[in-house]
Every structure is written in C-alpha cells, then in structure tokens.
C-alpha cells in the first residue's frame, strides 16, 4: 500500500490518521462518561482525568496532524456512482466532525485550566493555562464538551452506517478504500 492518496485511493498514513482519531475519540468519550460518575474516595478519582486530558491533548494534535495532511495530501476522487446528495452530506458530515472535534478539545482545555492550573500531559510537559478565571468558566465550558461529544458520537455513528450502507446495501468500494483493502472491481478507474 502506498503512503500518499492517489486519484483512486486513500493511502497509508490517512487510513491510519482516521482510524486512530475514531479509536481515540471512542475511548475519550466511554472514559469520559465513566469518571463522570467517580467520586472523591475512587481510586481513579485522579488517574481519570489526568489520561483524559492527556489523551485529549494528544487528540488535538493528531487532528491539526491530520488537517494538515489532508491539506497537502488531496483526497481521492469519489466514487463514480455516487449521488450529488450523498457527496454533499458526505462532506456536510466530515467538515461538521472535524469542527466539532476541536471545539470540544478546546472546551476541554477551558474545562481544565479554569482555576489557573496548567495540564500535565502524560508527566513530560505542562499546557499552561492561557485562559482562566472567566465567569463559569468550567460550567459552561463543560456543557459544550458533553454535548458537542455526543453530537460527535451521533454523527460517527451515521457516519459509520453511511459507509457500511455504501458496503452492503450499493456494494462499492467506499468502505474498502478506508479499510485500505482492494477494490472489487474497476469501477474506480
């Protein structure tokens, strides 16, 4: 498999970029559900938080990683059977996950710095706190993460029912071409 998309294809490196963000934002959201409900005597009552907002950190900049790629590096063309209008949710969707995304790590960096405290990411360095002390700062900040997060979790599940009725129901190659497998037929050529 090649690194770099071609015409017909997505290569290596963006099959691995989807794929981690997917896993990753899977786990923050299950992880942060779970600490959600921890109380102070918990043992994971600090752990919790501290792999979250690592992990969240990490997240921010595999995005801008992967923002950047897809920039320098064009997407494959779409598939020739497909319709005006799934094109055009198709891109609706990934644009709406992508702005989501950041806005919900930047509403966690806002949840996370309020009183002033930096974030410790994984114990090698500090995210200082550029913003704090703003009226309900974690408050409103911490409603816009719950439910931007599950907005996200909504349309990732549409998402993934889009590729897998493009698999099942129009069999064509769009979910193969992320799986990174070959196509089918030449109908990509």
């Given at each position: ?16 970029m989807h794929w981690l963000v997917a896993l990753t934002v899977i786990g923050l959201a299950i992880l942060g559900l779970w600490m959600t409900d921890l109380t102070y005597y918990s043992p994971y ?75 410790d990411v994984f114990g090698w360095f500090t995210l200082p706190a550029l913003v704090s002390g703003l009226p309900e700062q974690a408050d409103r900040a911490g409603l816009v993460h719950y439910w ?42």
């Amino acid at each position: 498999m090649q690194i770099k998309n071609t015409s017909h294809s997505y290569g290596s490196v963006a099959i691995a970029m989807h794929w981690l963000v997917a896993l990753t934002v899977i786990g923050l959201a299950i992880l942060g559900l779970w600490m959600t409900d921890l109380t102070y005597y918990s043992p994971y009552y600090r752990s919790a938080p501290f792999w979250h907002k690592s992990i969240g950190i990490s997240l921010a900049v595999l995005l801008v990683l992967r923002m950047v790629w897809r920039w320098a590096n064009p997407k494959p063309a779409h598939l020739p059977d497909h319709k005006a209008w799934e094109v055009r949710l198709a891109t609706l969707v990934h644009r709406l996950l992508y702005l989501l995304l950041i806005v919900i790590v930047l509403s966690g960096y806002l949840i996370s710095t309020a009183t002033g405290q930096g974030i410790d990411v994984f114990g090698w360095f500090t995210l200082p706190a550029l913003v704090s002390g703003l009226p309900e700062q974690a408050d409103r900040a911490g409603l816009v993460h719950y439910w931007l997060a599950i907005t996200v979790l909504v349309l990732a599940g549409l998402h993934a029912l889009g590729a897998l009725k493009h698999h099942f129901i129009d069999r064509d190659n769009t979910l193969r071409r992320m799986l990174g497998l070959r196509s089918h037929s030449s109908e990509e050529h």
